[in-house]
């Protein structure tokens, strides 16, 4: 997965610069998330890494997770029944189903733009975008006559 490895490295790039240590546990919680598309929790994370850091605690992974967050490395996508962690942090609108907490990514320019102009107008820097769509997901959608 080479988009995979070179989000692993920026992250961990980015981890350094801010001078915090780059432990197995934490480098492990980071490639678990960055690996793939399908927006864990941090239950799922912890489940995935524990055979091989079994004395890996639930809550260092959610403090590493709040890390990765507040690094810009990864995002925090709050669902209505859980929080899942997002890959792509890039600006881009996430579609979140309302029954199974599924998150699509869609990526959208033109709603980049338009935050930037509005802001620009306001003259408001922006540091992050998040766009959060609810709704249902094909699997969980009840069709209305």
Same mark, same amino acid.
């Given at each position: 997965m080479e988009m995979a490895d070179g989000r692993v490295d920026e992250? *961990?790039?980015?981890l350094r610069k801010l001078g915090l240590r780059l432990t197995p546990q934490r480098m492990a919680i980071a490639k678990c998330v960055l690996d793939t598309? &399908? #927006?864990?929790?941090?239950?799922? $994370? *912890?489940?995935?890494?524990r055979p091989e850091y079994p004395t890996i605690?639930? &809550?260092t992974v959610y403090s590493t997770l709040d890390t990765l967050v507040?690094? +810009?490395?990864v995002q925090a996508v709050n669902t209505r029944e859980v929080v899942r962690y997002d890959s792509?942090?890039?600006? #881009?609108?996430n579609l979140i189903c309302l029954n199974c907490s599924k $998150?699509?990514?869609v990526d959208d320019e033109v709603m980049a733009g338009v935050a930037k102009?509005?802001? +620009?107008?306001h003259r408001f820097h922006i540091v992050n975008q998040q766009?959060? $769509?609810? +709704? *249902?997901?094909q699997d969980c959608r009840v069709e209305v006559p």
């Amino acid at each position: 997965m080479e988009m995979a490895d070179g989000r692993v490295d920026e992250a *961990y790039a980015r981890l350094r610069k801010l001078g915090l240590r780059l432990t197995p546990q934490r480098m492990a919680i980071a490639k678990c998330v960055l690996d793939t598309d &399908a #927006h864990p929790t941090a239950e799922e $994370v *912890y489940l995935k890494i524990r055979p091989e850091y079994p004395t890996i605690s639930l &809550a260092t992974v959610y403090s590493t997770l709040d890390t990765l967050v507040r690094a +810009g490395v990864v995002q925090a996508v709050n669902t209505r029944e859980v929080v899942r962690y997002d890959s792509n942090a890039s600006q #881009h609108i996430n579609l979140i189903c309302l029954n199974c907490s599924k $998150v699509i990514d869609v990526d959208d320019e033109v709603m980049a733009g338009v935050a930037k102009e509005k802001a +620009g107008k306001h003259r408001f820097h922006i540091v992050n975008q998040q766009y959060m $769509v609810y +709704g *249902y997901c094909q699997d969980c959608r009840v069709e209305v006559p």
